[in-house]
């Protein structure tokens, strides 16, 4: 069986690091973007079994990339998780609407990403 592929999304480095690190030890091929546009064209290069996705981005924010991700047949179905410090009920439920399948909160804990990754990898996209 394939390794998963995971795309890590995050314009802090040390948490793209943090990330790749725990999920290369979890079993997981993977790649980063700093950017939403860096994101969406490494979607484009190689489609992930998963995108982590920080919601805070310097370009197009992590609700629009979730947004685009939707709204084109070739994506629509790959599972996004929400990694971000917004932490609201608000920023939760927009990315639920928007197909998000769900949300971690930072500061997150190494242990909690690593045991929730079986149930994101079994999933398709949460419906829009």
């Known amino acids: ?13 040390d948490v793209t690091d943090l990330l790749r690190f725990l999920l290369a030890r979890a079993g997981c091929d993977t790649a980063a973007a700093a950017t939403g546009r860096a994101a969406l064209d490494a979607l484009r290069a190689r489609r992930p079994d998963l995108v982590l996705l920080d919601l805070m981005l310097p370009d197009l924010d992590g ?5 685009i991700l939707r709204r084109t047949p070739s994506t629509a179905d790959i599972p996004v998780v929400m990694l971000t410090a917004w932490t609201s009920d608000e920023a939760r439920a927009h ?3 928007l197909g998000a399948l769900d949300h971690l909160a930072k500061p997150f804990s190494p242990r909690e990403l690593v045991n929730r990754l079986p149930r994101w990898l079994g999933k398709t996209a949460a419906p829009a």
Request: hydrophobic letters at 40%; aromatic letters at 4%.
């Open 1 to 13: 069986m394939a390794r998963p592929y995971i795309l890590c999304v995050d314009d802090e480095r």
């Open 95 to 97: 990315g639920r609407v």
């Open 63 to 67: 609700l629009g990339v979730c947004e």
